[in-house]
């Protein structure tokens, strides 16, 4: 039910759009939470938005990386601004739906989301 897309290549220093979409017709009722796992490592927290807007970002993503959500367009979007290297990995885009709270302590964890994107690839060369 989630459809990420926009990864790609991209040079040190480079911006990358990621979005992500869904189908369902209650999306404003949606915390999303964007992830990204490394080769080798664990799927880490980036950002998430909850239903009411507000906005959490992990430390190494902080000022460069920008989450925001189109509700009439069912879309959540990852601008990625400034990238290095070690942001390469696969980024998923999540949903929390039942909205049980905003808080960065429940939203930056996975185990909170109920559906999953399938991932989509960024790669960024130094």
């Known amino acids: 039910q989630l459809q990420a897309s926009g990864g790609g290549l991209v040079q040190a220093g480079g911006s990358l759009r990621l979005s992500c979409a869904t189908s369902?017709?209650?999306?404003?009722?949606?915390?999303m939470g964007w992830f990204r796992q490394a080769p080798g490592k664990q799927r880490e927290f980036v950002t998430a938005?909850?239903?009411?807007?507000?906005?959490h970002y992990s430390d190494s993503v902080k000022g460069r990386f920008t989450i925001s959500r189109d509700n009439a367009k069912n879309t959540v979007y990852l601008e990625m601004n400034s990238l290095k290297p070690e942001d390469t990995g696969v980024y998923y885009c999540?949903?929390?739906?039942?909205?049980?709270?905003?808080?960065?302590?429940?939203?930056?964890?996975?185990?909170?989301?109920?559906?999953w994107g399938q991932g989509t690839l960024v790669t960024v060369s130094s």
């Open positions: 999540a949903a929390e739906i039942s909205g049980y709270s905003g808080s960065y302590y429940y939203l930056s964890r996975p185990t909170e989301y109920d559906l």
């Open positions: 369902g017709r209650t999306f404003s009722t949606y915390n």
């Open positions: 938005i909850s239903r009411n807007g507000n906005e």
